[in-house]
């Protein structure tokens, strides 16, 4: 029964990593027409740690995406240089959409399997009130 | 969040073991008592992710992770409650 308990914790370690990864999507799907802001990116590392389930995952610190900031020509912006251009923001909508999904079916596996998880150890409890 | 080690199926595998290898041993009820104990623990762990997560201080994935845990804890514990029940009566049904 150990091993069901630390894969639910494992599965359920996923689940926490995608929804923070959806996190920084919806911030940067929020920010797309922000001048000046740098798309957010953290990439999933292995959890470590004295308490930690072997295997399980959490994301990594966050970093800013360091693609040069598009100059968008608008010469009434407040922002505008002298030229009339000032520096948007480097989201791609299609990008964070694409992230979004695959998000979205990563948090749907790791849900399949803890719901898997539970079904087993029902089915294993089932056959020991025989 | 550590709760794995608290199961009461683990303690009852390492009850198990101890039962059938050293006889003279742990007695049997503290042996139960301890997986009691565990199970209780486990229980005690779900309320207070489910009291974290009413009042917003834990995220819904530590709530479901502690409320699925405990419920094995407590079948696991109901369905061996059940056993040796039925067992004690199946001795007290004995003819003397």
Redesign the interface.
């Known amino acids: ?2 091993d ?3 894969a ?2 494992v599965a ?2 996923g ?2 990593s995608q ?1 923070q990864r959806l996190q920084h999507v919806s911030e940067n799907i929020a920010n797309a027409d922000t001048p000046g802001y740098r798309r957010k990116v953290a990439a999933f590392e292995a959890e470590r740690g004295p ?1 930690a ?1 072997p295997g399980a995952v959490r994301p990594g610190p966050v970093s800013l995406d360091q693609r040069d900031l598009p100059r968008v020509f608008d010469p009434g912006h407040p922002m505008a240089d002298d030229s009339g251009h000032y520096l948007g923001s480097n989201v791609d909508l299609v990008v964070e959409l694409a992230d979004a999904r695959e998000a979205q079916r990563s948090y749907e596996a790791n849900l399949r399997v ?1 719901d898997q998880l ?1 079904q087993m ?2 089915s294993l ?1 089932e056959l ?2 025989r | ?5 608290s ?4 303690a009852y ?1 390492q009850a198990r073991s101890q039962i059938s290898t050293t006889p003279t041993g742990q007695p049997a009820g503290e042996v139960f008592a301890a997986a009691v104990q565990s199970v209780a623990g486990t229980l005690q762990e779900g309320e207070a992710q489910a009291r974290a997560a009413m009042t917003g201080g834990a ?1 819904p ?2 709530l ?2 502690a409320l ?2 405990t ?2 804890a407590v ?2 514990a109901v ?2 409650r ?2 040796v029940v039925e067992a004690y009566q199946e001795i007290l049904r004995m003819p003397v």
């Open positions: 029964m150990t069901f308990s630390s639910l914790g359920a370690s689940m926490r929804a308490d389930a803890f539970r150890s029902t409890n020991l009130r | 969040m550590d709760v794995r080690n199961l009461a199926a683990g595998a995220d994935h530590s479901v992770l699925a845990q419920e094995l079948e696991t369905t061996i059940d056993r």
